[in-house]
């Protein structure tokens, strides 16, 4: 993609802080962290979402990932790290490594309740499109 900055920053028209690299993936420190450390991790072909990228690419970045989750924790000394996959900000598949201590008061989304039916209606729906 030619205006994604992600992809810019893979072909290094942009700078960043990297944190791993291999001919697949990059991962580097997000420029507006949650926490210092936080971490994205992309794969170096385009893909606008998850579900577009095949499945030895989706689960490489996720065993690159556990790798760097081990990496972090040890070496930043943080209770754990907590992964998001997102991509509504910027339209390439990446995975959000975000280091946290569990008394860091870091607030996470807010949730919902089902209401009545509704969650065994949401469940029909998915299986249906399974």
């Known amino acids: 993609m030619e205006n994604c900055i992600f992809c810019k920053i893979i072909k290094k028209e942009i700078p960043a802080t990297v944190v791993y690299e291999d001919e697949n993936f990059l991962a580097f420190l997000d420029i507006n962290p949650v926490s210092l450390g936080h ?29 760097l989750i081990i990496a972090i924790k040890n070496g930043i000394k ?4 907590q992964v998001s ?12 490594l975000i280091p946290r201590n569990l008394e860091d008061n870091l607030h996470d989304s807010s949730t919902k309740k ?11 729906k998915i299986i249906a499109a399974f």
């Open 39 to 67: 971490t994205l991790v992309v794969p170096k072909k385009h893909f606008t979402w998850m579900q577009e990228a095949d499945d030895t690419i989706v689960g490489e970045v996720f065993q690159l990932s556990k790798k």
């Open 78 to 81: 943080c209770d754990y790290v």
């Open 85 to 96: 996959v997102v991509g509504k900000d910027i339209p390439h598949f990446h995975i959000h």
């Open 114 to 124: 089902y209401k009545d039916e509704e969650g065994e209606e949401i469940v029909k």
